[in-house]
Each structure stands twice: as C-alpha cells, then as structure tokens.
C-alpha cells in the first residue's frame, strides 16, 4: 500500500497537463498505426470503427483532463476559508467537479468501445459455435455493463448534479461504493477477455515456439488488467485518504479523474497492438500478405468448431488466423491437397505431418500452378 500511496499523493498541476497530452497522443498513434497496418493487410472492419469510437472517446477524456487542470484544481490542493472549510463556490472547484463527472462517464464509454472491439476481433478471427456463443454472450455483458455505470454516473445524484460530497446535502448515493463496484467489474470483465483465446491457441496445430509466441501476442492485453487492479487499489485509497482530509478533495479525488485517462488510453493501446504485424513485415523488407476474400479452405467442423477430420482448428479459420498475426505454414497434424477451378474449390484431408496444399487456378486458357 506503501507504492500507492507514493503513486496517488504525489502529483501537481504542471504533472496532470503533462499527463493530458501525453495519454491524448497516445491513442491516437496506437490507433494511425493500426489504421495503416489494416490498409496494408485486410482492410477496416467492424473491429476497428469500436476502437476509433474509443480513441475519440479517450482524446475527449484526455481535454476534459486538461480543462479540469487548467481551469479547475486538479493536482492542486481545494480553496479554503479563514476557517479552513473549503470555498464550495469557488468557480476552479466547480469546474473541478464538473470535469470529473465529465471523465466518469465519458471513460465508462470508452472502455466499453475497447472491450467490444476486441470481441469482435475474436469473433472475426476464431471460428466454432461455442467460441462465437461465448463472445456473444461477453459482448452482451460488456454492452450491459458500459450501459448500466453509465447511466450509474450521469444520475449518482437526483436531479443530475456533479455536486455528490455529502456536504452539498444532495440526493445522492455514495460515490466511493459506486466507484469501487465499477473497478471490481472492470476487472473481472478484463480478466475474462484475457484468457478467453487462451483454449483456442492451444489447440493450433503448431509448435510450442508459436504457440507461446501467439499466446503473448495475446496476453499483452494483460497491461490493461494491470491498470484496472492499479485504478481499483487507488480507489480504496482514495476513500482512505479522503476520511482525513474532507478539507481538500480536489488533491485526494484527482487520482480518480486521471487513472480513468491512463486506464483508457492505454486499454486502446492494447487493442491495436495484435494488428502491428503488416507493418512490422514492411519495415523487414517482407512482402505483406494481402487478407483474401473468404477462406482457403471450406469449414470442416463440427458444432464445437473442430475440425471432424484433424485435431485443433478447423482449416478455414487457421488460414485466416494466420493471415491475421502471422502463422506460418509449419502446422502438423493433416495433409491438404486443394484443387480450385474458377469459383469452385475441393480439399482433401489425410493423415500425415505437415500440411501440403495444391492449388491450381485457371485463368483463361493458361493454367498457374502453385505448391
């Protein structure tokens, strides 16, 4: 708690501007990079419009952060009186207080953009019923959860008021619960997110090397449930902190309005960074896989999304797998031989080690062979 400690109350207003701009560029470098990966391999989809969605939002947050440093009396210690009770009228604590409801709800919004984004990313690169079931079923939690503390924060006090201390004596409920229960399930939503490729990557027909490397690639996400422990731990606190000194909230809260800047710049940060690999092939002099219209290969599954020939992944979804983060072709397990003629396509799966693929495309009178 000691580290916390030195985390939370150590910080000033030259620090929260600093802070501002830098986690305002931040996603937004994350997000032209991954923009620039995806114009050179598959191009846009769904997955990445939720991320940019989630980069305006945490660019609005990052202003609001600004304005409330600038303007207002984050990082700086609350205005009081002669009597040492603090001027609740003083205009920079009002702003302080409006642009920390402002942050509240905003990064509510933002986080939920992120997490749905990287759902849909599953979605699009993992095939199997139960898989796509359970992303749903994440995906509705994540949409119901984003809803629910959002409209949590916008109504904490009846009527709406960015006024929630006790001493303003409004209708409100108690700020610190509210806070706590919302970084709890933060949490527990990020850590679900986190392993639940985790099956799925274990069952490629791949050596461990790749396996581990592509498991990595994955759980680099884990910096985002960092921040979400980090954040929840300085909440706890906060309220700690706040029951000796009510004199000066705008010093002891700021840590609530920036760590939901840092927590959501850096959650975005995470989501691009599985898609780097184009640009990772263009700076080595490697020729960029293309991302193809369809798959290769046909889906030969069943309803759990094995393939009912091979153990692993069913062969369509490892070609799109591997166009996506770069899989190789030194998977073991079956043999393919593809024939395709114009529209039509033809595989045949046997046993051995290694996969051999045949394809032979007519077009017009000349035939183009490839193995």
């Not at 409801?101 to 990313?121: E, H, R």
């Not at 108690?174 to 799925?200: F, H, K, Q, R, T």
């Not at 798959?295 to 999304?305: A, C, E, I, K, L």
Request: glycine share 10%; hydrophobic share 45%.
């Amino acid at each position: 708690m000691g580290v916390i400690q030195d985390i939370a109350d150590n910080y000033s207003q030259g620090q929260m501007i600093g802070l501002g701009i830098a986690f305002m560029i931040l996603p937004i470098v994350a997000v032209g990079l991954r923009l620039w990966a995806k114009a050179l391999g598959k191009g846009i989809k769904m997955d990445d419009y939720l991320v940019i969605a989630a980069t305006a939002v945490s660019v609005g947050c990052a202003v609001v952060q600004l304005i409330a440093a600038i303007n207002g009396q984050l990082g700086q210690h609350q205005t009081v009186g002669v009597d040492g009770a603090p001027l609740l009228d003083d205009p920079r604590f009002v702003i302080y207080e409006k642009c920390k409801l402002a942050v509240n709800i905003l990064s509510t919004v933002g986080l939920g953009f992120v997490k749905s984004s990287i759902l849909v990313f599953y979605m699009d690169i993992f095939y199997g019923r139960p898989f796509k079931l359970a992303s749903q079923i994440v995906l509705g939690i994540v949409v119901s959860w984003t809803i629910s503390f959002f409209f949590a924060n916008l109504f904490t006090c009846f009527p709406i008021s960015p006024f929630i201390e006790a001493f303003y004596h409004n209708k409100c409920v108690d700020g610190l619960a509210l806070w706590y229960g919302m970084a709890i399930s933060d949490i527990l939503i990020d850590v679900i997110i986190l392993v639940m490729p985790i099956p799925m990557v274990l069952q490629l027909q791949l050596p461990w090397k790749q396996k581990l490397g592509v498991l990595v690639m994955f759980l680099l996400g884990a910096t985002v449930c960092a921040f979400s422990l980090t954040r929840a731990l300085i909440y706890v606190h906060v309220g700690d902190r706040l029951a000796l000194h009510f004199n000066d909230e705008t010093y002891y809260t700021s840590p609530v309005f920036f760590w939901a800047v840092i927590e959501l710049s850096t959650a975005v940060l995470s989501a691009c960074l599985p898609t780097y690999r184009p640009i990772w092939l263009l700076m080595r002099g490697r020729p960029v896989r293309q991302k193809h219209q369809g798959s290769y290969f046909s889906r030969n599954q069943d309803s759990s999304g094995i393939s009912r020939t091979g153990r692993g992944y069913p062969l369509g979804s490892v070609t799109d797998y591997k166009d996506d983060i770069g899989l190789t072709d030194n998977m073991r397990g079956v043999d393919v031989d593809i024939s395709a003629e114009g529209n039509h396509s033809e595989e045949h799966i046997g046993p051995g080690r290694g996969i051999t693929v045949e394809r032979s495309v007519h077009l017009g009178s000349r035939p183009v062979e490839h193995v």
